[in-house]
């Protein structure tokens, strides 16, 4: 079996531990492994992986962003998003974002061996979403509505922001100006139909966004 290298993007040290042993399984020899969004791009021109695996919700750039990224900069890479965030709001993001699967964090790996299978394969690998996934009611309907309206990078400051980090933290992460987080921040809470932040973390914790 030929040897294949990759790269864990996952700042939970047990759950890298748990990555790796499952790509090794897989006959994956060579295992980078970084904790920080940050360092994503440096390490896959460095390494030049044949697979990334890719938590979304990382220190500093999240997936989303990292993902953005490698496309921006026409990384060639395989990107498997492995994560604890809603599928609902995730899967069709990271699909259009470039990546080649996408794997909820479960007790069970047995998904992520079938998905680096089929990756290793050439397909792509995404689940369809269950009846349960199905908003129950108008107010949720509206609500998921309001979140797909959302760009990936606000999103992205969405989330940051219901966490309780500042305008200021934002943007040194991520590395943008104060004044585009602040544009961005008014723009998702016009979207949202949020007046603050009590609100905002509200509608995130009710939507399972944090």
């Known amino acids: 079996m030929k040897s294949e290298s990759a790269l864990i993007v996952d700042d939970h040290p047990v759950v890298c531990a748990a990555i790796k042993i499952v790509l090794k399984s897989e006959g994956f020899n060579e295992v980078q492994e970084t904790s920080s ?7 896959i021109r460095q390494h030049q992986p044949d697979l990334v695996i890719l938590d979304l919700n990382l220190p500093g750039l999240d997936g989303l962003e990292v993902l953005a ?19 609902r709001f995730y899967q069709d993001r990271c699909l259009r974002a470039g990546a080649m699967a996408f794997v909820p964090k479960t007790n069970q790996l047995e998904q992520l061996h079938k998905a680096i299978q089929a990756l290793r394969a050439g397909y792509t690998y995404f689940k369809a979403l269950p009846d349960q996934f199905r908003p129950s009611n108008n107010l949720q309907l509206t ?4 979140i797909d309206q959302l760009s990936d990078r606000e999103l992205s400051i969405c989330v940051k922001l219901a966490q309780g980090q500042t305008n200021k933290a934002i943007a ?39």
């Open 172 to 210: 040194e992460d991520m590395h943008l100006s104060h004044k585009t987080v602040s544009t961005y921040k008014t723009r998702l809470m016009t979207k949202l139909d949020v007046g603050s932040a009590v609100r905002l973390r509200d509608f995130a914790k009710r939507n399972h966004l944090i």
């Open 37 to 43: 969004g940050l360092e994503v791009l440096a390490m």
């Open 143 to 146: 609500e998921k509505q309001q």
């Open 69 to 87: 990224r490698i496309k921006a900069n026409n990384l060639d890479c395989r990107v498997l998003v492995f994560t604890s965030r809603d599928a």
